[in-house]
């Protein structure tokens, strides 16, 4: 029987593994860190709802300090191949972009995905610490300007 039950969770297209993953991620979160774009560096205040299933995550939140603040949205979803894609997201920083689409594999904690374009690169990060915290970072890159946020939230 266990044989079964060990073939069956290997064929399957994605593992229980990597959806509790995702699902490891679901709730809110409330958090501190720090935002850096030259020449600004400045503390960051965030909140963040992260709602879904196995296939896929939303993440709604707004981080704020001393520049404003921010209201963003994305929506992840877990290809077959274990890939995480973003199917939609909405911020003020992402209008005009040239970037199609961010992507990487889905780990046992999180994820990390990353897009380009000519002379851009956005990267975000979401991962479980042991801790039961969460780390959600970004950097962006356009051309010689970069942006780079990193906040440890906790679970509310």
Request: charged share 25%.
């Amino acid at each position: 029987m266990k044989l079964v039950l060990v073939l069956l969770l290997m064929l399957s297209p994605t593992s229980l593994l990597a959806q509790s993953a995702f699902e490891k991620l679901v709730g809110t979160w409330r958090g501190e860190g720090q935002y850096s774009e030259a020449p600004a560096h400045v503390q960051l205040r965030c909140r963040i709802t992260i709602e879904g299933d196995g296939a896929r995550i939303e993440l709604k939140g707004r981080c704020g300090s001393s520049l404003g603040a921010e209201d963003f949205f994305m929506e992840f979803v877990l290809a077959p191949d274990r890939e995480v894609r973003l199917v939609r997201s909405a911020s003020e920083r992402a209008a005009g972009s040239k970037i199609e689409t961010l992507s990487g594999p889905l780990g046992r904690n999180g994820m990390v995905v990353r897009g380009t374009a000519p002379g851009e690169e956005v990267v975000v990060q979401l991962l479980l610490n042991p801790d039961g915290t969460l780390e959600f970072a970004t950097r962006e890159t356009n051309g010689p300007k970069e942006a780079v946020s990193q906040v440890t939230l906790s679970r509310q």
